[in-house]
């Protein structure tokens, strides 16, 4: 059974930094192009950053310079280092296959920017 495991969001004030990671079980996780996808209130689920099995990455015009995604193949997890995160960025942050969704959505990991 595939399990998405999201974690590291939280309260941020304007101007400030969060690391996500994702941790996946039940998959060959090497294989797969991955992505984080963010869900804000009232809005549709959008892909935020994206990185392929070989390390290939694209991002969000709005989160391009400030958004970082890497993965760690050996220990199954990916990241989403934020840095200068703005109140629009505000958001559930999931993480699943890309194109996605392949599998269920994970519980997400709320991002709140706000001073």
């Known amino acids: 059974q595939v399990q998405l495991v999201e974690s590291g969001g939280g309260l941020v004030q304007p101007g400030g930094s969060l690391r996500l990671s994702c941790e996946a079980s039940g998959i060959i996780f090497s294989i797969y192009n991955m992505a984080w996808y963010r869900q804000a209130p009232g809005k549709q689920r959008e892909l935020v950053a994206g990185i392929t099995s070989a390390g290939r990455t694209n991002y969000l015009d709005s989160v391009k310079g400030r958004f970082t995604i890497s993965r760690d193949n050996s220990k199954n997890t990916m990241n989403l280092q934020m840095n200068i995160l703005k109140p629009e960025d505000t958001a559930v942050y999931y993480c699943?296959?890309?194109?996605?969704?392949?599998?269920?959505w994970g519980q997400g990991t709320q991002v709140t920017v706000s001073s």
């Open positions: 699943n296959a890309m194109p996605g969704p392949l599998w269920s």
